[in-house]
């Protein structure tokens, strides 16, 4: 039997503009590409490694460099590798994990000659409107960024500043369209919280992501009985915690895969979000049109797609991921997750 042919390279993602956020800016995100190959197919994937949860391209490598030589051999289903890496007994690295799921999953559905939308038995391949996310900067840079992004229908606005409603005056100087906030944490008393929420209530925002920090879970909660917006957990969600807990504090989870590790997780973790009555949300870090349409194959069952990684970069290694005019994304008919290196 044949073995997989397997490799990877760091790969710098270079921002179109520096992106800021609360915690700090970067100008180029160095992600780690993997690539399978038996029988004529290659399939692809992407790790983001972020330091926000103790991930480097360092790290990345050392766990793809520490996987057998027949890892691959005798998979059948996504399902059996988050055992078979389990097994392993390595540190977690969960960007890792995910690019090697991935990059079977792409193979997989390649082999089947198939996209991996209609393997998953999902009846389209059109998800929701992806917001386009708008860093931090100057009131005047973050006007033009807006103006300069004319054709999306949806704003994420970074926030957790100390002249928030000065940059949230100057966005609506520019345009009227719905906004989503994502204060990153920055907001660090609940009487904070609340002050720029009553505000942010009277602007057109559909949601807050994440205002105070991961840490102030029971602040959380009493914001979240308070809230006259839905409030939405990305650092306080990573993908373990209790959801029964997460619901108790936030309406919303955003599933980011390079936190969470795993499409086949994450996807068993939307349909329990929404059994609970949580909205779910698909978010992104910096990543390329690959990591991107993994997301999206996940976002075609969920209320909010926040999948612009591959719209900040200026080289993206891969195409075939489409936003269409009113801002909906969608996947290709094209086998596997439907882009081409």
């Not at 793809?64 to 051999?73: A, R």
């Not at 392993?88 to 090697?100: D, G, R, V």
């Amino acid at each position: 039997m044949s073995h997989f042919k397997v490799d990877w390279e760091v790969f710098p993602l270079k921002l179109k503009e520096v992106f800021t956020i609360s915690r700090g800016s970067k100008s180029q995100v160095p992600n780690v590409f993997l690539s399978l190959t038996k029988d004529g197919f290659t399939g692809y994937g992407e790790a983001g490694p972020n330091t926000r949860y103790n991930e480097t391209p360092e790290k990345v490598e050392e766990y793809f460099d520490s996987l057998p030589g027949d890892f691959f051999d005798e998979i059948e289903h996504a399902e059996e590798i988050t055992e078979k890496l389990e097994g392993l007994n390595l540190s977690s690295i969960q960007s890792a994990k995910c690019a090697i799921e991935m990059a079977w999953l792409d193979w997989w559905a390649k082999s089947q000659d198939q996209p991996l939308w209609r393997l998953w038995r999902i009846d389209s391949p059109t998800g929701p409107v992806t917001s386009y996310t708008i860093g931090l900067d100057t009131p005047e840079r973050m006007q033009k960024k807006i103006q300069e992004a004319g054709q999306y229908p949806v704003y994420k606005i970074k926030l957790g500043t100390d002249r928030d409603r000065e940059i949230i005056q100057a966005i609506r100087e520019v345009t009227d369209k719905p906004l989503r906030v994502d204060a990153n944490e920055g907001w660090v008393t609940l009487d904070q919280a609340k002050r720029e929420i009553e505000f942010l209530a009277t602007q057109n925002v559909e949601l807050i992501e994440q205002p105070m920090p991961a840490d102030e879970f029971e602040l959380m909660k009493k914001l979240k009985q308070w809230s006259p917006l839905p409030l939405a957990a990305d650092e306080s969600f990573r993908g373990n915690e209790d959801l029964r807990e997460i619901e108790e504090a936030f309406h919303v989870i955003n599933i980011k895969l390079m936190k969470i590790g795993s499409l086949v997780k994450a996807r068993q973790v939307l349909k329990e979000a929404r059994s609970l009555g949580m909205e779910v949300m698909i978010g992104c870090m910096i990543e390329s049109s690959l990591a991107n349409a993994a997301g999206t194959l996940l976002a075609l069952e969920a209320d909010y797609a926040d999948l612009d990684g591959h719209l900040l970069i200026g080289n993206d290694p891969f195409s075939g991921l489409t936003v269409l005019e009113s801002g909906e994304i969608e996947l290709s008919e094209k086998p596997g997750f439907g882009v081409s290196k």
